[in-house]
């Protein structure tokens, strides 16, 4: 029971704010508050026992000879955890953000669900399982995207749901068929298909379907196209669900399809592994040159994201342990990085209505402490020590090295320029003397300002002791040494 | 448990009483009889499926006499899922009819007789779900027939009449047609009762052009593609709470016959490559059906061709079921679970499409922009039966598309698995096409009356119900289980 926790509480008070109706506006934010509240204290508890060796794992019959099971492993729970605090840390820039919006109840009720359907992805037990919460990720961000009901939002929606659903009916038939041709598959590290590893054509389509699914929400080009008009929606759901729970589903998919559904032995063997390397190799440089030419400030970040995102993926498919390792830490890390930019995005709007990178001279001055937390952030994701990117990044370019991909270890490399050449204009743009530096210091609201400081203090602390145990770099070691056979760094 | 066993005849002498006893009542008290009438029909369908659950199908004499001279009546676990299915519906129809035609016309004519005629449907239907031999199905599906053009037509008006002179045509002729087929079968074989057919049947070219026809028959009522001809004007037309009936539980009457004609009375390939056809036509139906819903302006036209859509999964069974055992288990349970979950979200939207025209006034789905904000229970009942319909988790809808899907692969006849993706993609557009228009920031005007409670929420209802019946998939697949199809294969001991 306790390893469905996670998903329900906040399941619970996404349907509690919908109940509450449009008028409780102080009832809805105590709700919420206290679900994100409860929700972390849950998840910390699992991960104790994570680390001491207990996982806690439950499964109900659903389908016949098939369950519906919640495990709380070190995988699953780190995706969690960075997915529950970060839901705490939203939510209050969300009051903040959304105190003028209307139909507040609705946006904190789908807002709930998708946090609960994110942490149903991370903890799932088995393929089935997974598609499960992922498909119902993808129904209820939807509303949250066309949540301004603008004809710009609704042709986003529409874009949105096009991909969503046509990858999850690409995931449908590759988990049915998986289940078909092996039974209930339990995610095993090292791989659960061994006793069918010799349907190697099967497993090659399935492995490609599978791919196809988890690679719409992992934002993997050619199938990125709904995630830069998908900004249209407001700056928490930007920070929150398409920097974090959405596309973090995705390669969370992806991680779990090649580590412990295929296993790192089987998907090299296959084959099929250095195709989906070469994918997101292609996806990274190609998004990064792509964010260079933005000027529209969330797109230029939706771009960063793509090409992130696939810093995760290559990551995986290189199918050697510490680059896997590093790609898990990275999505931990990129997650805190990139919501702070979401949430500058957002408070430099709100406050100022900019939107543009052109439109940002004299924000330096304006708005300091926003802008000093991007900039922590901005020079994070460029890999700069010893900010959190750069552990995440040192994995993956030794592991990438180790496992003889240097190709890999160039792209790499190159993007952590692209990078740089994507974020430093942003920061030299603001630094400029320009329309808003009159009223200097005026920051945005203080429940909007918090959680940047926050999130931006936090990319410098994890940074600084990623060396710890119980950080992510060593958490995502743990997680991922029993796929490679007791692996020890 | 006296009353268990006595189940299957109560469920056909409960309603019947209950439509006498409301005509005679008066327009007033008629409503109190029928919500008691519905009351008690869940309770005897679910004591039934319960009893069907401990000790399998049986057989009941009416009167205690046997066959051929009496009327014997079957009870297996399919059927109980289509009685509890019905009661369900019907019970929610109910009481939804009671404020919808309250806040109609008063005075308009027929509607004191909507109570009495929906009871004597209801009667009939249950008697469809449960007889045994292939005369008293020609019965029942007459009286289903006549009640069910009678309702379309009980609002009045020139659209109404004419879908409902159409119906008549349809119902008459597939009537016709199957009586003649049961003449042919009975000259051939000299028998009637389904289930001394199943053992008797021998080749013979009378007796199979008779089965022949009267699965033509069946499948005209219940509206495959191309014989669809007369259901979106029948149901679209017809009062809200009749096309619910209609949609979600008469066209499964006939669709339970075939059900039992194909895969329990006929042995394996008595009627060679029927299977296959009525796989196609069904495939056809699921993507001619889900095209045309994307194309209609008016909210309960794209409903009912959603109807003629979903029908289609329905025949994917026949395919399958050549392909052993465990296919045919998987797909006779995917079809049974696609049967209830249609069943109540496809209740859930004629209801909800009602509710939104009378809050509108009218029935064009571009002009409803708003509908999110001034009617959100409504709204959120129509999202949640899209979800159904989709196929998407967490619904009854996606157990049942799951479970074709694994048929399909399992078998090796992948195509019926894109059949079945492709039609949930479709209908993700044509229920998405609907709710963004309700999602539209508009200022809307609508109908001064605030929504009744019950109008408001009891679409939302089914819709959860729907999306509920994932949960239940263990206890359909127990009652599949118990269905003389799988018994007769062998499947169960």
Not at chain 1, 88 to 112: C, E
Request: charge should be neutral; include cysteine; proline fraction near 5%.
């Amino acid at each position: 029971m306790t390893a469905w926790l996670p998903m329900l509480v906040p399941a619970i008070a996404g349907i509690a704010t919908f109940a509450l109706g449009k008028s409780r506006g102080r009832a809805r934010n105590v709700v919420n508050l206290a679900a994100a509240a409860i929700s972390i204290a849950l998840v910390a508890r699992l991960v104790v026992h994570a680390y001491n060796g207990t996982v806690i794992s439950s499964t109900i019959p659903m389908l016949p000879g098939l369950g519906l099971g919640m495990s709380a492993d070190l995988l699953g729970l780190l995706f969690a955890t960075v997915a529950t605090v970060l839901w705490g840390v939203t939510l209050v820039y969300a009051i903040g953000y959304m105190d003028h919006a209307t139909d507040r109840a609705r946006f904190f009720g789908f807002f709930a669900l998708c946090i609960a359907a994110a942490n149903g992805v991370a903890l799932a037990d088995d393929p089935l399982s997974l598609f499960i919460f992922y498909e119902i990720l993808s129904l209820t961000t939807y509303p949250l995207v066309v949540h301004t009901g603008t004809p710009e939002a609704l042709a986003a929606g529409r874009k949105y749901l096009f991909y969503a659903l046509g990858g999850g009916a690409a995931l449908l038939v590759g988990v049915a068929w998986l289940a078909v041709i092996a039974g209930q598959t339990p995610f095993t590290p090292g791989g659960a298909l061994a006793a069918v590893s010799d349907r190697t054509a099967e497993l090659r389509v399935i492995f490609a379907l599978l791919v196809a699914g988890f690679g719409v929400k992992a934002a993997l080009m050619p199938l990125h196209g709904w995630l830069p008009g998908a900004m249209v929606a407001p700056a928490p759901v930007s920070s929150l669900l398409h920097a974090v729970a959405v596309v973090k589903a995705g390669v969370f998919g992806i991680i779990r399809l090649v580590n412990e559904l295929y296993g790192p032995e089987l998907a090299t063997s296959l084959g099929v592994a250095t195709p989906l390397a070469i994918l997101a190799a292609v996806s990274i440089i190609i998004a990064s040159v792509i964010a260079l030419r933005q000027d529209d400030f969330k797109r230029r970040l939706a771009y960063s994201t793509i090409a992130q995102l696939s810093y995760i993926t290559l990551g995986t498919a290189l199918c050697s342990p510490l680059a896997a390792a590093g790609a898990l830490a990275h999505l931990a890390h990129h997650a805190v990085m990139k919501i702070t930019m979401f949430f500058t995005a957002g408070s430099v709007y709100e406050t100022l209505h900019v939107k543009k990178v052109s439109q940002m001279p004299g924000l330096a001055r304006r708005m300091p402490l926003t802008m000093a937390s991007f900039a922590v952030a901005a020079f994070a994701l460029a890999g700069i020590p010893p900010l959190v990117g750069f552990a995440s990044k040192w994995m993956l370019g030794v592991g990438s090295a180790q496992s003889g991909s240097v190709w890999a270890l160039i792209v790499y490399v190159s993007s952590g320029a692209l990078a740089l050449g994507y974020m430093v204009p942003i920061l030299t743009s603001a630094l400029r003397e320009g329309d808003h530096t009159p009223a200097r210091g005026a920051e945005s609201d203080p429940r909007m300002l918090w959680p940047i400081v926050t999130v931006g203090v936090l990319t410098v602390v994890l940074g600084l002791t990623a060396g710890l145990p119980g950080s992510p770099v060593h958490w995502a070691m743990t997680a991922i040494a029993p796929s490679f056979g007791g692996w020890t760094p | 448990m006296n009353v268990l066993a006595q189940s299957p005849g109560l469920l056909v002498a409960v309603p019947l009483a209950g439509a006498a006893i409301s005509f005679v009542a008066g327009r007033r008290r008629a409503p109190h009889v029928a919500i008691t009438t519905a009351l008690v029909v869940l309770t005897l369908a679910v004591a039934l499926a319960v009893h069907v659950l401990d000790g399998g199908p049986f057989r009941y004499q009416v009167g205690g006499w046997g066959a051929p001279l009496g009327i014997d009546l079957v009870a297996d676990g399919a059927a109980a899922l289509f009685l509890v299915l019905t009661a369900i519906v019907g019970l929610v129809v109910t009481l939804y009819a009671t404020a919808y035609f309250r806040t109609d016309d008063e005075t308009a004519y027929g509607h004191g007789l909507f109570w009495t005629l929906w009871l004597f449907m209801w009667t009939s239907l249950n008697a469809l779900f449960l007889t045994g031999d292939v005369f008293n199905v020609y019965v029942c599906l007459e009286l289903v027939g006549i009640s069910a053009v009678t309702l379309v037509t009980i609002g009045g008006g020139a659209e109404a009449l004419r879908a409902g002179a159409r119906y008549l045509f349809a119902s008459m002729l597939g009537a016709m047609t199957y009586l003649l087929g049961v003449a042919l079968l009975y000259a051939a074989t000299g028998q009637l009762d389904m289930d001394v057919l199943r053992t008797t049947l021998v080749a013979d070219t009378t007796a199979a052009t008779g089965l022949a026809l009267m699965i033509a028959a069946l499948v005209l009522k219940t509206a495959l593609v191309p014989a669809h001809f007369w259901l979106p004007a029948a149901h679209g037309s017809a009062p809200s709470p009749v096309s619910a009936v209609l949609s979600s539980l008469v066209v499964k009457g006939s669709y339970f016959v075939i059900l039992r004609l194909m895969l329990d009375v006929m042995p394996a390939g008595y009627l060679p490559g029927v299977d296959i056809v009525l796989g196609v036509l069904g495939s056809a139906a699921i993507v001619w059906g889900s095209v045309q819903a994307l194309l209609q302006t008016r909210i309960k036209q794209l409903v009912a061709y959603s109807t003629v859509a979903q029908i289609g999964y329905l025949f994917l069974v026949f395919p399958l079921a050549r392909h052993g055992a465990d296919v045919l288990t998987l797909a006779l349970t995917g079809v049974l679970v696609h049967a209830l979950s249609h069943g109540l979200a496809k209740g859930s939207l004629f209801l909800g499409a009602g509710s939104l025209m009378t809050r509108f006034g009218h029935d064009r789905i571009a002009d409803m922009a708003g509908a999110a904000r001034s009617a959100p229970a409504l709204t959120f009942g129509v999202a949640l039966a899209g979800v159904t319909m989709m196929g998407l988790p967490p619904s009854g809808g996606f157990g049942a598309k799951w479970l074709l899907v694994s048929a399909a692969l399992a078998s090796g006849e992948w195509w019926w698995a894109v059949v079945l993706v492709i039609g949930g993609l479709l209908a993700a557009a044509y229920m998405f096409r609907l709710l963004s228009v309700l999602l539209v920031d508009a200022p809307t005007e609508l109908h001064a009356s605030k929504g009744d409670i019950r109008t408001e929420w009891l679409p939302l209802a089914l819709a959860l119900g729907a999306v509920l019946l994932v949960l239940a998939i263990p206890l359909v697949s127990d009652l599949a289980a118990a269905s003389n199809v799988l018994i007769h294969a062998g499947v169960t001991p």
